[in-house]
């Protein structure tokens, strides 16, 4: 299953940026999606997710901040990122999971499929 993120990029301290990402062949009213992001050095983790139901999870140090949204009909989920921060810089990952076999969507290791990611840099 092609997962392909694009709208990375580098801005300014205070910056915004939307990342996107479409996948091909499934169902997307069928999914959880998520966005994670790893940054150099550190453990991948998470960032924010959907439900199909519309239900919204994220870390605390994005709340406020990230907005993720997706649009069934083009099979494409979104990050809309403002105010961006030094320490946002990472790479983001989008993954989808059915959810007919994800118990915590939350939680990384219940994704199936992964992008290859989209590098974030944010300078100070």
């Known amino acids: 299953v092609p997962v392909v993120e694009s709208g990375g990029g580098s801005v300014q301290d205070g910056g915004s940026l939307n990342l996107s990402c479409t996948i091909s062949?499934?169902?997307?009213?069928?999914?959880?999606m998520g966005w994670f992001r790893q940054a150099p050095g550190k453990d991948l983790e998470g960032v924010t997710t959907?439900?199909?139901?519309?239900?919204?999870t994220s870390a605390d140090s994005v709340k406020g901040r990230f907005t993720i949204s997706q649009d069934n009909a083009k099979n494409t989920l979104y990050l809309q990122m403002a105010n961006l921060k030094p320490e946002d810089t990472a790479m983001y990952f989008c993954?989808?999971?059915?959810?007919?076999?994800?118990?915590?969507?939350?939680?990384?290791?219940?994704?199936?499929?992964w992008g290859q990611g989209t590098q974030v840099t944010v300078s100070s």
């Open positions: 993954a989808a999971v059915p959810t007919d076999y994800c118990s915590d969507s939350w939680s990384q290791y219940e994704y199936k499929y």
């Open positions: 959907i439900e199909p139901g519309g239900r919204t």
């Open positions: 062949g499934l169902t997307f009213g069928a999914y959880a």
